[in-house]
């Protein structure tokens, strides 16, 4: 049985961690057992970041890798059927949603801009005694600033960094069309990748832009419940 390791539900979501939420719903999707273990300190995981797997013994990080490491113990059940460009697609918006997306729609919001750093500091780090948490938790915003400079994603204005996160929007809408998923009839990886997103995106504890775009959106609103139902009831 795989062991998955994902932090707790906050904020109203299944995982406050799109990388989390996407294996979360791949795993489920795939109908691979599995026994979940919430936990809030990366330092656990084997590359310090979440969600990791334990599988006979052996600890994998990144939820790329244990996708890859699924597929190649356990089969492709989501996409053993699709052809080169199936597979192309499903890639390109793997990268888009993990590298630029989630920079955009998630990193820049929450942690970089001042708005929020103090319901995060009382929820996200609620677990570490107040008194000391301030002093902890100050380092790590100037830290998340410090990498988001590195990224890039930084670097841009507010009204560019959003502009950039309502392009990816309307790559998922375009590529959705009228399909009930992103390839086909079928839910699949790239579904359960862009599910995990957009719901995080989309949240109400975190305004911006993107955030008001998906819930003005019917296309976006019914694809987040079509793929949520799928996976979870
Ligand atoms: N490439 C990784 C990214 C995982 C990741 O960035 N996880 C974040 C949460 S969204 C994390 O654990 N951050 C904790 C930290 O950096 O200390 C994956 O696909 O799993």
Not at 168 to 186: N, R, T
Request: hydrophobic letters at 40%; aromatic letters at 12%.
């Amino acid at each position: 049985m795989i062991e998955f390791y994902k932090f707790t539900p906050q904020f109203g979501l299944r995982d406050a961690s799109p990388f989390c939420l996407k294996l979360m719903t791949y795993l489920n999707l795939a109908n691979i057992p599995h026994e979940t273990t919430e936990i809030m300190d990366p330092r656990k995981a084997p590359k310090k970041k979440m969600p990791y797997i334990v599988d006979k013994g052996q600890a994998i990080g990144d939820s790329e890798l244990i996708i890859a490491h699924l597929k190649a113990t356990q089969g492709d059940p989501l996409g053993e059927d699709l052809d080169a460009s199936g597979k192309a697609i499903t890639h390109v918006f793997n990268v888009m949603f993990a590298e630029r997306f989630y920079w955009a729609a998630m990193i820049y919001p929450r942690w970089v801009r001042p708005e929020h750093r103090q319901l995060l500091t009382d929820t996200w780090f609620g677990m570490i005694p107040k008194p000391l948490r301030g002093f902890i938790v100050k380092p790590m915003f100037k830290q998340m600033e410090k990498n988001a400079m590195a990224h890039g994603i930084g670097k841009h204005s507010a009204e560019e960094i959003y502009a950039m996160g309502l392009a990816d929007l309307k790559a998922v809408e375009d590529q959705l069309g009228d399909k009930d998923f992103l390839l086909d009839g079928i839910p699949r990886e790239i579904d359960a990748t862009a599910y995990a997103f957009l719901v995080n995106a989309r949240s109400e504890m975190f305004p911006t832009p993107i955030s008001q775009y998906i819930q003005s959106s019917p296309k976006l609103m019914a694809y987040i419940d079509r793929v949520d139902s799928r996976a979870f009831d």
